[in-house]
């Protein structure tokens, strides 16, 4: 199975910067790169060029130009699919707390629901309908 996960810039060994995303130098569109662990292939998004991690040049922000076998450790299939393991769980943090919002928001509409109908058969207001509610679990929760 081949999967493709953004290419992290390593850490400079001249300014120690380093980044979670590396774009292509010579791309008319600065395409990010994207980088197969098992394969160890690198290919620009934007072009499609492709080439074997090892024949990768790093051009740092601060001018310095390095190559793979400066920061090799970086670039080992270990390091790349643990940035991937990290990556897929922000997302699936990113989706928990989507499904949590998503619950509190329906909850809240459920609650305003039922409130306007008990509201609407009593002959009062919402906020007086909510209230009963509340002093009701209130009293049931002690």
């Known amino acids: 199975?081949?999967?493709?996960?953004?290419?992290?810039?390593?850490?400079?060994?001249?300014?120690?910067k380093q980044w979670g995303k590396s774009y292509h130098k010579d791309c008319l569109f600065n395409g990010q790169l994207l980088v197969e662990p098992y394969q160890r292939q690198v290919k620009c998004e934007s072009c499609s060029a492709q080439w074997y991690i090892l024949d990768s040049k790093f051009h740092c922000s601060c001018g310095y130009q390095f190559y793979p076998s400066e920061v090799e450790d970086a670039l080992s299939t270990t390091q790349l699919l643990r940035q991937r393991l990290l990556q897929k769980l922000n997302e699936m943090d990113s989706y928990e707390k989507s499904i949590i919002s998503k619950s509190n928001s329906s909850f809240q509409q459920w609650i305003h629901d039922i409130s306007y109908e008990i509201a609407r058969a009593l002959g009062t207001t919402i906020s007086k309908a909510q209230e009963v509610i509340k002093n009701f679990f209130d009293k049931w929760s002690l």
């Open 1 to 16: 199975m081949s999967e493709w996960i953004a290419f992290p810039f390593p850490k400079c060994p001249s300014c120690g």
